[in-house]
């Protein structure tokens, strides 16, 4: 049975940092698409990072590019999103899954998923 528990959302201002962790079981994180995504109140679930499972090249959002950062630590079954200069327009529930296809940023290819973090960015 595969479990993902995510941890590390909350409240910041703008500018500000977060890392999500989300620690899988019953899932090895170098065998798939693993990725993060968030979805806001009234929008679709999108891609936020991402590793390929192709080549374990990543993805960023253009919106997040050089604010966030994934990575994972495949001994500790755990993966990350470094979140940096945190905007108001990042605020959303932020989900981890596992279990992706060829197009790591594309929700409807994942099998597996966590429970989601809310991050709510606001002064």
């Known amino acids: 049975q595969v479990q993902l528990v995510e941890s590390g959302g909350g409240v910041v201002q703008p500018g500000g940092s977060l890392r999500l962790s989300c620690v899988a079981s019953g899932f090895t994180l170098d065998h798939s698409a693993i990725g993060w995504f968030r979805q806001a109140p009234g929008m679709q679930r999108e891609g936020v990072a991402c590793f390929s499972s192709e080549d374990g090249s990543t993805y960023v959002r253009k919106s997040a590019e050089g604010r966030f950062t994934i990575s994972r630590d495949s001994a500790k079954s755990t993966m990350y999103l470094q979140m940096n200069s945190l905007k108001p327009e990042d605020k959303a529930v932020y989900y981890c899954?596992?279990?992706?296809?060829?197009?790591?940023?594309?929700?409807?290819?994942?099998?597996?998923w966590g429970q989601g973090v809310a991050v709510t960015v606001s002064s």
């Open positions: 899954a596992v279990g992706g296809g060829y197009v790591c940023y594309d929700p409807r290819e994942y099998q597996y």
